[in-house]
């Protein structure tokens, strides 16, 4: 038997003080929650629309431990808190989704492997620990290929693209800072998508229509659905989002990013929290990704995340917004983070059209 649903008023603590903790912190505000973020940053743009904030390190243990006694159950809006920091909330509140997911997310090789163990495809990949490692791969892998740290990538961060003309093995791995990496084969796809799932404490597993993705250097620009790819690959794609889920015991909304290519899916990575290729639900979807996300942790029936239009959610990056515009069919989202600055995101955008049938 599942624990008892949390009653409204309950806490739920955030590790993250980013757009996607405030975002959360939005969702369970109207659900009658409080939210507590815990960021080490100064002025987290989620602190702006919570109760309360604590400032400190991930290794500050008792700034945790007064943390995790002053909520009811804790979750993170990103995948790079050290797991150290979770362990020590965990001690004390439910942290969900839980550790195994964080773990799996956190290395892109674990990640790999994990996804691979599920029978899934995954791109062809060697572990790199040294140049030696990267020419051998090149020649295993051919090029062009991608060399991706372990950790800490996100947003095409901490990745180099290896064509024929260059660099070399030696270049590339002082391009990714000398740290333990994976090469990637590249992966000549016809399209990205990404399906955003849910799973309830109780095992129910939903999820949300596909989306397709284009990525500007490395970073999402937008996001449309539906995704222009054949009904049953959609269907497929929110099949593997749903064996996933399973096989993390998860509890929360995960992103699984996917390549559609001519012979089938491939799975690029997952994301352990609410995905920016999610933020489409806002206005598209009577319960959007971060209501479920808090709904899901906190025992709570999942909601009805049906599509009720077409969408097309575009970031706001490096751009300064003074004005929203006043145009039918958009809503505007920004996220209070001040100064611009370049690949900084700083809003989106979302304009929705009735659905197709
Ligand atoms: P990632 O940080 O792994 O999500 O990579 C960012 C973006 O780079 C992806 O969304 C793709 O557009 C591209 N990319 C990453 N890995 C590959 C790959 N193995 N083959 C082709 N494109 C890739």
Known sequence: ???????????????????????????????????????????PCAGQVVERVTRAE??????????????????????????????????????????????????RLAEKEFLRGLGLSVAPYRPVDGPEDLAAGFAALGVPAILKTRRFGYDGKGQVRIEASGPSAPEAWAAVGAAPSVLEGFVSFEREVSVIGARGLDGAVVAFDPGENLHRDGILHSTSVPAAIAPALAQDAVLIAGRILNALDYVGVIGVEIFATE??????????????????????????????????????????????S???????????????????????????????????KMGHVTRIAPRRP
């Open 1 to 43: 038997m599942p624990p008892e649903p949390l009653p409204e008023g309950a806490r739920i603590g955030i590790l993250g003080g980013g757009q996607l903790g405030r975002m959360l912190a939005l969702a369970a505000a109207r659900l009658g929650m409080r939210a507590h973020v815990f960021e080490p940053a100064a002025e």
């Open 310 to 344: 077409d969408a097309v959610m575009v970031n706001l990056i490096g751009e300064a917004v003074a004005s929203a515009p006043g145009e039918t069919g958009a809503a505007v989202h920004l996220y209070g983070k001040g100064a611009a600055r370049p690949g900084r």
């Open 263 to 308: 012979t089938g899916l491939v799975v690029n990575e997952i994301a352990p929290r609410v995905h920016n290729s999610g933020h489409w639900t806002q206005d598209a979807c009577l319960t959007d990704q971060f209501e479920q996300h808090v709904r899901a942790i906190c025992g709570w029936p999942l909601g009805d995340g049906r599509r009720h």
């Open 58 to 107: 991930y290794d500050d243990r008792a700034a945790l431990e007064a943390f995790a006694a002053s909520v009811d159950v804790a979750t993170y809006e990103f995948e790079n808190v050290p797991l150290a920091a979770v362990d020590a909330v965990a001690a004390r509140v439910p942290v969900r989704p839980g550790r195994r997911a964080l773990e799996v997310a956190q290395d």
